[in-house]
């Protein structure tokens, strides 16, 4: 067994907190997760871990050769990331995580540039709308939209997108084009369930005053692409990002409503751990998606 294998098996098995999450991390069978443990506890003459059937705990020394195990591996990255720099681009597994609707429209035609860049990295996307737990799923960077609250993370802004109000040309043309923000009370309109708004579209006039208009729904859905498939459609108006909605308005299957009025906006956040060392990788891939997304017309 190699030490450095041995202490990253530890390390996923503590923060995953199982044997079988950690091999699906590792990519790795469960039974050399087990082997590579208990070949560092034989080695040290200590237990890790108390394991029963239906619990695995962390014993006081496996807290100890946690802590020791994560700073000599950040260390050792350091080590290969400064000897190599000028020599080779970073290598290994990259794990993003990132919004469904955001990682299929705006990420993913990213990646294959990436991938070019540095093509001794192996990418892992991860695309859900649930809260995820970086540390355990072992996931290196997280692009998450809207507040952040988490303290144990470092938080750097990539960008920000708008919401925009949209409608078919069919349905406009059936229940007539809003000519103020009060109209858009008599028209039928698509929820996205994901916002905290809910009905509740928040609206700025040109002057600068801000009003909430109560919405009428007539169908809800917790994604931003269904929301503007529906739209398309002609199912209503849809409040939707701009990110979603450009491609359809450029193409003509969508228009804008009341585009002389500001919606609201959001915050595209790169996040990751807070670690003594940021790995290469994860400062390339950070840099690289700070430009291309000031750069992509989808804001």
């Known amino acids: 067994m190699d030490t450095l294998e041995g202490m990253k098996t ?29 070949q560092v506890e034989k080695q040290l003459n200590i237990r890790l871990f108390n394991r029963t059937t239906r619990r695995l705990t962390i014993t006081d020394a496996g807290k100890a050769y946690y802590q020791h195990a994560l700073n000599l591996i950040e260390q050792y990255e350091a080590l290969v990331d400064t000897v190599t720099e000028s020599q080779s681009s970073p290598s290994g597994k990259l794990r993003i995580s990132a919004p469904i609707a955001f990682g299929e429209i705006v990420l993913a035609p990213m990646l294959p540039k990436f991938l070019r860049l540095y093509p001794r990295l192996e990418v892992e996307l991860h695309l859900s709308n649930r809260p995820v737990d970086m540390i355990e799923e072992g996931v290196d960077v997280r692009l998450r939209i809207g507040d952040v609250s988490d303290s144990n993370l470092i938080a750097r802004e990539v960008g920000r997108f708008e919401l925009m109000l949209v409608a078919s040309p069919i349905y406009l043309a ?40 109560t919405v009428k729904k007539t169908v809800a859905a917790n994604s931003p692409s269904a929301v503007t498939a529906l739209a398309i459609a002609g199912a209503g108006i849809a409040l939707t990002p701009s990110f979603v909605a450009k491609k359809a308005i450029s193409d003509g299957k969508l228009q804008r409503v009341l585009p002389n009025y500001y919606i609201d906006e959001f915050t595209l956040t790169a996040l990751y751990p807070h670690r003594n060392y940021l790995a290469k990788k994860v400062r390339c891939f950070l840099d690289f998606i700070l430009v291309e997304y000031q750069n992509t017309d989808l804001r």
């Open 10 to 38: 530890v390390i996923a098995v503590v923060e995953t907190g199982s044997f079988t999450a950690a091999s699906e991390r590792l990519s790795m069978s469960k039974a050399l997760v087990s082997k590579y443990v208990g």
């Open 174 to 213: 059936e229940k007539g084009t809003p000519k103020d923000y009060l109209d858009l009370s008599t028209h039928d309109c698509i929820i996205d369930s994901n916002y905290r708004i809910a009905q509740n579209w928040p609206i700025k006039t040109e002057d600068g005053q801000q009003y909430t208009i």
